[in-house]
C-alpha cells in the first residue's frame, strides 16, 4: 500500500481520465491539455498567537480547468491538505461540473490545519488571510473564481470570505457572487443546506427507476421497500436518508464514527437524529440494535448502501464481503480504485460520486446567478402567475359547472418560491445527467457508470477547447 507522501489523488483521477478516453477518439495532445491543472498557487502566511508566538499556514487555491469562467469549488480545512490532493480534488471538480453541465470550469481550495485546535477568532482571521491571499493574485472573484464550502468550513467561513472580498472591492456590483455556501443573510440560497442530500435522493431514484438495470440486479423497478444502509448522519447523510425514507426505502442501518445502529423493520430518521444530536451517538437507542463496530455494518446484507462520510471507506481489505447490490457514492472517493474493480466483477452498480454529490454545487450555481441578478428566483413572477392561475380556476369552474377544493386550489395557484424553483431546477439538472451517463455506457456497451460519466465530461469540456479552434 502507497504511504501519504507517495499517494496522489490527482494520479488517480489521471488515471480514470486516462481509461474514459480510451473508449474515446480524442486528440492526445487535448487530452494531456484537459488533464492537467491550469494554475496551481501555494502561499504561506503568519498567524499570531495570543502569547506572542506566531505559526506559518500553508494555503493551495488550484484552478484546474479554465474551458469555462468562472472556475468552481469548495475550502478544505484539513491538517491531511496537500498540494496533490487539491489537485485531484480541483480536477473532480471539472469532471463533475462537466458532467451535469453546470457551466464552470473545476477549482479547489484548501489550508493545512485542523480546524478543530483553532478557537473561532483565529479562524476567522486565518480565513480571511487567505481571502486577501487570493485576492492579491486575482485568485477569487465573481467572474474568475468562486469558492464554497467543504470539508472543515461552513457558511460561517463563507461569510467571512465575502466581507474580506467586499472591503477589498466596494466598486464591484456582484462582489455577493465571490462565493457560494453562504448564510441566507448575506445573499445566500433557499435549500442549499440540503441540496447534496435532496441530489443523491434524485440520483438513486432515477437508477432504480430503469427496469433493464434493476431486472439485471434482481431486484425490482422503484424505491418502495428498498432495504438501505448508510454510513455518516452528517449533512448529505442524513438528508438523502429523509428524503429516500420519505419515498417509501427502508434505512435499516446507520454506521457513525462511534457506532452503528440496526433494524430490519427500518429506521425513523428524524427520530434516530434527534437521539444522535441529543446524545453524540446511537447508543441507548432503543428502537433497534446499537453496533459497536460500525464498519462491519457495510457488509450487511441491503439493497443499497450509501456512503455519505469519508473517503477510503471501501477498499481491497473489505470489497469481496459487501453484499449490496448497489452502491450510491454520496461521499467523494469513497470506493478506492481497487476495490471499484472488484465490486464490478461482484456486479454491483456504483453510481459514481461525481454525479451523485453533485447536488451541492448544482444549487450553488443558482446562488451564483441568484447574486449576479441581485434578486431572489421568483420574486417577480410568483403575484402574476398567482393571478392568472386564479383567473385559469375561475374559467375552468364556471365552464365545467365543478368546483376544485380549497386544498386543490391552494398548490395551483400557488406561485413559484425560490426553494420550489432551486428543487425543480435540481431534479432537472440531476434526472437529465443520469440518464445521459447511463444511455453513454450502454451506447458504448461499458460495464460501469463513472466511466460513462467521464466519457460524457470529457466530450463537453473536449468540445469547447475545439469551438476554440485551439485543437483539431
Ligand atoms: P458532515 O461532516 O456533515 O457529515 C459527515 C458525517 O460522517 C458526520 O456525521 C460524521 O460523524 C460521520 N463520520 C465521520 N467519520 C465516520 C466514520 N468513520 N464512520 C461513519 N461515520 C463517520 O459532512 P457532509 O457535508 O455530510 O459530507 C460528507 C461527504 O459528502 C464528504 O465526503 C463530502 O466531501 C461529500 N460532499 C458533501 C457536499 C455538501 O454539500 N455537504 C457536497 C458534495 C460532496
Redo the contacts with the bound molecule.
Keep these: 500500500m502507497k504511504n501519504l507522501e507517495e499517494y496522489s489523488l490527482f494520479d488517480d483521477v489521471s488515471k480514470v481520465v486516462d481509461h474514459a478516453a480510451s473508449h474515446m477518439d480524442i486528440h492526445p495532445g487535448l487530452l494531456d491539455q484537459i488533464k492537467q491543472c491550469n494554475s496551481v498557487y501555494k502561499f504561506n502566511f503568519p498567524l499570531r498567537n495570543g502569547d506572542g508566538t506566531y505559526q506559518v499556514i500553508e494555503g493551495f487555491r488550484v484552478q484546474h480547468s479554465h474551458h469555462k469562467l468562472p472556475v468552481k469549488g469548495g475550502i478544505r480545512f484539513s491538517s491531511f491538505v496537500n498540494e496533490e490532493e487539491v489537485k485531484g480534488l480541483a480536477a473532480l471538480m471539472t469532471y463533475k461540473c462537466a458532467l451535469v453541465n453546470i457551466p464552470y470550469g473545476g477549482a479547489k481550495g484548501g489550508v493545512t490545519i485542523d480546524p478543530t485546535k483553532y478557537n473561532t477568532d483565529q479562524l476567522e482571521r486565518i480565513t480571511r488571510r487567505y481571502t486577501s491571499e487570493l485576492i492579491k493574485k486575482k485568485f477569487i472573484g465573481p467572474a474568475i473564481d468562486v469558492p464554497a464550502?467543504?470539508?472543515g468550513t461552513g457558511s460561517r467561513e463563507m461569510a467571512w470570505i465575502v466581507d474580506t472580498f467586499e472591503a477589498f472591492n466596494p466598486e464591484v456590483i456582484n462582489a455577493k457572487g465571490c462565493v457560494t455556501g453562504k448564510p441566507l443573510s448575506q445573499h445566500g440560497i433557499e435549500g442549499r443546506t440540503e441540496?447534496?442530500g435532496m441530489g443523491v435522493f434524485i440520483g438513486i431514484r432515477e437508477a432504480v427507476s430503469v427496469k433493464e438495470d434493476m431486472d439485471a440486479l434482481g431486484l425490482n423497478v422503484g424505491l418502495a421497500g428498498k432495504k438501505i444502509i448508510v454510513?455518516?448522519?452528517?449533512?448529505?447523510?442524513?438528508y438523502s436518508a429523509k428524503f429516500l425514507q420519505e419515498a417509501g426505502a427502508k434505512i435499516i442501518g446507520i454506521?457513525?464514527?462511534n457506532g452503528g445502529i440496526w433494524n430490519e423493520d427500518g429506521i425513523d430518521v428524524d427520530d434516530i437524529k434527534r437521539h444522535q444530536v441529543a446524545n453524540k451517538g446511537f447508543k441507548g437507542y432503543g428502537k433497534g440494535t446499537f453496533i459497536e463496530d460500525?464498519?462491519s455494518l457495510l457488509l450487511y446484507p441491503c439493497d443499497i448502501l450509501i456512503p455519505?462520510?469519508?473517503?477510503n471507506?471501501i477498499t481491497l481489505k473489505n470489497a469481496a464481503k459487501v453484499q449490496a447490490k448497489i452502491i450510491g457514492e454520496?461521499?467523494?472517493?469513497?470506493v478506492t480504485q481497487d476495490a471499484d474493480k472488484i465490486l464490478l466483477e461482484k456486479g454491483i452498480m456504483i453510481i459514481p460520486?461525481m454525479y451523485l454529490?453533485a447536488?451541492?454545487?448544482t444549487v450553488s450555481y443558482f446562488e451564483w446567478l441568484k447574486n449576479l441578478s441581485r434578486v431572489s428566483f421568483g420574486k417577480l413572477e410568483k403575484r402574476y402567475d398567482m393571478k392568472k392561475y386564479d383567473l385559469l380556476l375561475e374559467s375552468i369552474e364556471k365552464a365545467t359547472g365543478d368546483t376544485f377544493s380549497e386544498e386543490q386550489k391552494d398548490i395551483i395557484v400557488r406561485g413559484a418560491s425560490e426553494r420550489d424553483l432551486v428543487n425543480s431546477g435540481l431534479e432537472e439538472t440531476m434526472v437529465t445527467a443520469y440518464h445521459h451517463m447511463n444511455g453513454v455506457r450502454k451506447e458504448k456497451n461499458i460495464k460501469d457508470l463513472r466511466t460513462a460519466g467521464f466519457i460524457v465530461a470529457l466530450e463537453r469540456i473536449a468540445i469547447s477547447y475545439m469551438d476554440l479552434g485551439i485543437f483539431p
Design positions: 464550502p467543504d470539508y441540496a447534496t454510513q455518516g448522519l452528517g449533512n448529505v447523510g442524513y454506521a457513525e464514527y460500525s464498519m455519505a462520510a469519508l473517503e471507506q454520496a461521499a467523494n472517493g469513497p460520486d454529490n447536488g451541492g454545487v
